[in-house]
């Protein structure tokens, strides 16, 4: 019996001194096919920032439990998080009382704390630039104005602009009627940041395994913690590891692990997006966000920059049935809308500089 898993656990516990308790002889309750190979206290599935973020907590708050973050892919974060804006959201957008809106405030003013505390800024580089969102017309004004007070209320630090040489001065290429402008909202290097988790889970103890993919899930019938069938080598290589504990963060493949456990119980709907760059620069010092589409079916053809200055626009949004399907289209028509939809805010743009990029898929 051999896998990546199995031998980090093998060479962990075999450090710590503990092989007797991890290999065990156990037998598990009689629907269970087998005994595990190896046991463990934490399993967290999934290798992309929220999976090594949970993996970094768990390591730090229980130093002296084994945790192990397993990914199917080569690299961490291979897919939705190294496949987005890389932006650090305020939380202005959603209800407000809505999970998603706690969340991304509480982790807005975590990941400035964290940043805060670093040895150097090197170590994750990010800057709090600024989000503006535009109206380009009263009726988006009073849309921002709506989200500006729910601001207020939720202790979201907004402020307007609505002179026209003020608006010009920050932002001359810039057209609109009005801003509201989210001072909070940053940007950061998403890579350096999953590194960053990735090394302070193995030093706190615990190790990062790729390659591993999850093949089953089963709970044990005494109650205690759930059977895992992990596979390497594209399936050729099959290990059974017990776990007190399962942490599901797979994005999105996180309904099919569920439905290990909860038959047919969710099925996720895919929307991809596609990225454009330009190939020149722009003078452009802030975020640039339109007011959202209607419902918030995305956030609308935005632009964002990188640390390097560099401007980006998107994504767009369409619906499709794979989670894998990153396919790029250079459509003329599909250029076309981004254009126009970019030409609202910024109409000096060039559409002949604009060039696709890369997909992500939400």
């Known amino acids: 019996m051999s896998s990546i898993l199995l031998k980090c656990i093998q060479h962990r516990f075999s450090s710590l001194q503990h092989a007797t308790i991890a290999f065990q002889s156990r037998t598990l309750a009689t629907n269970i096919p087998r005994i595990a190979d190896a046991y463990v206290d934490n399993v967290v599935i999934g290798a992309g920032v929220v999976g090594l973020a949970i993996g970094e907590k768990l390591t730090r708050a229980r130093p002296h439990e084994t945790t192990f973050v397993v990914d199917k892919n080569k690299c961490i974060g291979e897919e939705t998080s190294s496949r987005n804006s890389e932006v650090i959201h305020a939380g202005l957008y959603y209800p407000e009382d809505s999970l998603k809106t706690r969340l991304c405030i509480q982790g807005n003013r975590m990941l400035y704390d964290l940043f805060s505390h670093l040895d150097s800024p090197d170590v994750i580089p990010h800057k709090r630039i600024g989000k503006w969102i535009v109206?380009?017309?009263?009726?988006?004004?009073?849309?921002?104005?709506?989200?500006?007070?729910?601001?207020?209320?939720?202790?979201?630090?907004?402020?307007?602009?609505?002179?026209?040489?003020?608006?010009?001065?920050?932002?001359?290429?810039?057209?609109?009627?009005?801003?509201?402008?989210?001072?909070?909202?940053?940007?950061?290097?998403?890579?350096?940041?999953?590194?960053?988790?990735?090394?302070?889970i193995e030093q706190q103890g615990g190790d990062v395994v790729l390659s591993s993919s999850v093949r089953s899930i089963q709970p044990m019938n005494d109650g205690d913690g759930y059977l895992l069938e992990l596979s390497t080598d594209h399936h050729s290589n099959t290990s059974w590891v017990g776990s007190k504990r399962v942490f599901n963060a797979a994005g999105l493949h996180a309904d099919k692990l569920s439905n290990m456990l909860i038959k047919d119980a969710y099925r996720l709907h895919y929307a991809r997006g596609h990225y454009y760059t330009y190939q020149s620069r722009l003078k452009v010092s802030h975020l640039i966000y339109p007011c959202p589409e209607r419902h918030l079916a995305g956030l609308g053809t935005h632009l964002t920059l990188d640390l390097a200055?560099?401007?980006?626009?998107?994504?767009?949004?369409?619906?499709?049935?794979?989670?894998?399907?990153?396919?790029?289209?250079?459509?003329?028509?599909?250029?076309?809308?981004?254009?126009?939809?970019?030409?609202?805010?910024?109409?000096?743009?060039?559409?002949?500089?604009?060039?696709?990029?890369?997909?992500?898929?939400?």
């Open 135 to 200: 109206a380009k017309d009263e009726s988006q004004r009073r849309y921002l104005q709506g989200l500006h007070e729910k601001a207020n209320r939720l202790g979201i630090e907004t402020y307007f602009m609505d002179r026209p040489e003020e608006i010009r001065r920050e932002e001359p290429l810039i057209e609109a009627v009005s801003v509201l402008v989210s001072p909070s909202t940053g940007i950061l290097d998403s890579h350096h940041f999953m590194a960053f988790l990735e090394q302070q």
């Open 309 to 362: 200055g560099r401007v980006k626009f998107g994504p767009d949004v369409e619906y499709i049935d794979r989670n894998d399907d990153y396919r790029l289209s250079d459509d003329p028509h599909k250029k076309d809308i981004f254009a126009d939809a970019i030409q609202s805010y910024l109409p000096s743009l060039d559409k002949e500089k604009l060039q696709v990029d890369y997909s992500g898929i939400r």
